[in-house]
């Protein structure tokens, strides 16, 4: 049996009144879930980095579909857990790639890092300072997006 997986990369998390996944590219593949673990997904993170030129630093998110809350994908039970949801829904996963990920403090990460929308967002190119967000109990921090 397979699992037809949607990894969307090359977006932006964005929070206007809910975070979501904006500005993306969608890769779509059937995974053998008899061979699923950690590894297998990150293969194919792996070739998209270096398919498109993404930085190497990346995370996993995904969310159930009945939640609007995105969970890190970080261990083979997280992948578990997304492998039997996908049997019970009989629904396509997707899998949301953070990119440029720099993790320079030591806490756990229970949000993937976001910009503020202000102005309706076309693509995943930003120019001037947008808000960027690391997680909750982090402080925010300008950063120049263009």
Known sequence: MSI????HHGGLFVRDWLICYKGDKESVVDIDVDKW???EP???A??????YKYW???R???????????KLVRLDE?????????RKKNCKLDKFIEHDVVESYGGLVNLPKYIKEFEPVKN?????????????????EEVDAG
Do not use: H, N
């Open 4 to 7: 037809t997986v949607a990894f």
């Open 37 to 39: 673990c950690y590894f």
């Open 42 to 44: 990150k293969g194919y």
């Open 46 to 51: 792996d070739d998209l980095q270096k398919k």
């Open 56 to 58: 190497k630093r990346y």
């Open 60 to 70: 996993f998110w995904w969310m159930f579909e009945e939640e609007v809350d995105f």
């Open 78 to 86: 997280d992948v578990e857990v997304m492998k039997e949801y996908a």
């Open 124 to 140: 995943s190119s930003y120019k001037g300072k947008e808000k960027v967000v690391e997680s909750e109990g982090y402080e925010d």
